[in-house]
T-cell receptor
């Protein structure tokens, strides 16, 4: 693993199903984020975690939950998917010290039917 | 909430042309990021700047804090520069303090 890895890269899901998007980083970054990217709206923050054991809500948290059991992993769960959650999801991380640069995963394209 | 506006939304140019993408924001910031997203690909950080100018290869980013404006320039553009360029501003505090623009879709034709 190098950088941030997201899985799956693409998924089609029936409405009402539960889905977990996985995010793992090997850079020992404290802060991690989940964004969704929708056409015409840009990137919007769903949830964040400043350090292992803590999480917080972003701009569009409804319908999503996260956990941060350790530094490396930050999964995003849709408890009961709805079509409006069709989007491309990006996980990102940021080191505690440095320039504030964000490191992004490759994205997970989710389609809810 | 900071409003981030990018212009143009779409830009098509010929290989070799000098490209300028603009970003304006409404509230004072601590830093501004320029990101690049290739079609179907992930997002890569190009620059983070809080004043002045930065250069990396054929890319140049400038920021004018007083005018709340930043530009991203590409010299001697090449088809591989075709991507979406995203401006994001950091106000400090909060989850990550980043507000993103909607992106500029750049196509460089050979």
């Amino acid at each position: 693993i190098a950088g941030i890895t997201q899985a799956p890269t693409s998924q089609i899901l029936a409405a009402g199903r539960r889905m977990t998007l996985r995010c793992t980083q090997d850079m020992r970054h404290n802060a991690m984020y989940w964004y969704r990217q929708d056409l015409g709206l840009g990137l919007r923050l769903i949830h964040y975690s400043n350090t292992a054991g803590t999480t917080g809500k972003g701009e569009v948290p409804d319908g999503y939950s996260v956990s941060r059991a350790n530094t490396d992993d930050f999964p995003l769960t849709l408890a009961s998917a709805v079509p409006s959650q069709t989007s491309v999801y990006f996980c990102a991380s940021k080191p505690e010290h440095g320039t504030g640069e964000l490191f992004f995963g490759e994205g997970s394209r989710l389609t809810v039917l | 909430k900071n409003e981030v506006e990018q212009s143009p939304q779409n830009l098509t140019a010929q290989e070799g042309e000098f490209i300028t993408i603009n970003c304006s924001y409404s509230v004072g910031i601590s830093a501004l990021h320029w990101l690049q997203q290739h079609p179907g690909g992930g997002i890569v950080s190009l620059f983070m700047l809080s004043s002045g100018k930065k250069k990396h290869g054929r890319l140049i980013a400038t920021i004018n804090i007083q005018e709340k404006h930043s530009s991203l320039h590409i010299t001697a553009s090449h088809p591989r520069d075709s991507a979406v360029y995203i401006c994001a501003v950091r106000m400090g505090g909060g989850a990550d303090g980043l507000t993103f623009g909607k992106g500029t879709h750049l196509i460089i034709q050979p």
